[in-house]
């Protein structure tokens, strides 16, 4: 079935540091792809999707690009803050319907 | 504004009772999932509806049921609560089944079964 590899955390860094946090899936046919942020205490907040090959999603400075020769979504940021502190989790949506399918969470944290 | 509200957002019960996670979304989205999060796991789908009087199991569905009379509630019902069902529960929603849409997620509820 369907799957989403992340790397593991927890990330450390400092401000202003440059941030990847590697997104690899096995699907059949062609998902889209979803980057969410949970915040302490909060619930997940889509942070950038793409739906297509070569697409590039962004948002407040986060890019992934949707790369399926590698089957990777990599989430990427120039120069993080300490706000950006938070759990990232990788998902698809694929041939299986509606459901979305999570990788295992990446906690990153950014000292000031 | 549309919204998805999980009630209550904190729960502690004892071991063997029945305990009912509540789902409510304004959004008029046929689509409803839960899922538990556990530290080294990330998200797992628990039980997902496609609409009204549908319900499917997903990959952890022992010992937790769901029913779906209307659009806009999924209620989460733990038969007879164990400690391997101490989480996060987290509900959420989306419009239709194609690859497009996005899901949108409730609060959450931190279960404790004690």
């Known amino acids: 079935g369907d799957s989403v590899t992340q790397m593991e955390g927890p990330v450390t860094l400092s401000e202003e540091a440059f941030l990847t946090i590697n997104c690899t899936y096995t699907?059949?046919?062609?998902?889209?792809l979803f980057w969410y942020v949970q915040y302490p205490g909060e619930g997940l907040q889509l942070l950038l999707k793409?739906?297509?090959?070569?697409d590039k999603g962004s948002n407040k400075g986060f890019e992934a690009t949707y790369r399926k020769e590698t089957t990777s979504f990599h989430l990427e940021k120039g120069s993080v803050q300490v706000s950006d502190s938070a759990v990232y989790f990788c998902?698809?949506?694929?041939?299986?319907?509606?459901?979305?399918?999570f990788g295992q969470g990446t906690e990153l944290s950014v000292k000031p | 504004d549309a919204e998805i509200t999980q009630s209550p957002r904190h729960k502690i019960t004892e071991t063997g009772r029945q305990v009912t996670l509540a789902c409510h979304q304004t959004?008029?989205?046929?689509?409803m999932f839960w899922y538990r999060q556990d530290l080294g796991h990330g998200l797992r789908l628990i039980h997902y509806?496609?609409?009204?009087?549908?319900?499917n199991k997903g990959e952890v569905s022992d010992g937790y049921s769901v029913s779906r009379s209307n659009t806009e509630d999924l209620p989460l019902t733990l038969e007879s609560a164990a400690s391997s069902q101490t989480s996060v529960y987290f509900c959420?929603?989306?419009?239709?089944?194609?690859?497009?849409?996005?899901?949108?997620f409730g609060q959450g509820t931190r279960l404790t079964v004690v």
């Open positions: 998902a698809l949506r694929g041939n299986q319907g509606g459901k979305l399918i």
């Open positions: 959420a929603s989306s419009d239709t089944t194609g690859l497009r849409t996005e899901a949108f």
């Open positions: 699907a059949t046919g062609y998902p889209s």
């Open positions: 959004w008029n989205h046929n689509n």
């Open positions: 793409a739906t297509k090959a070569d």
């Open positions: 509806s496609y609409g009204v009087q549908d319900t």
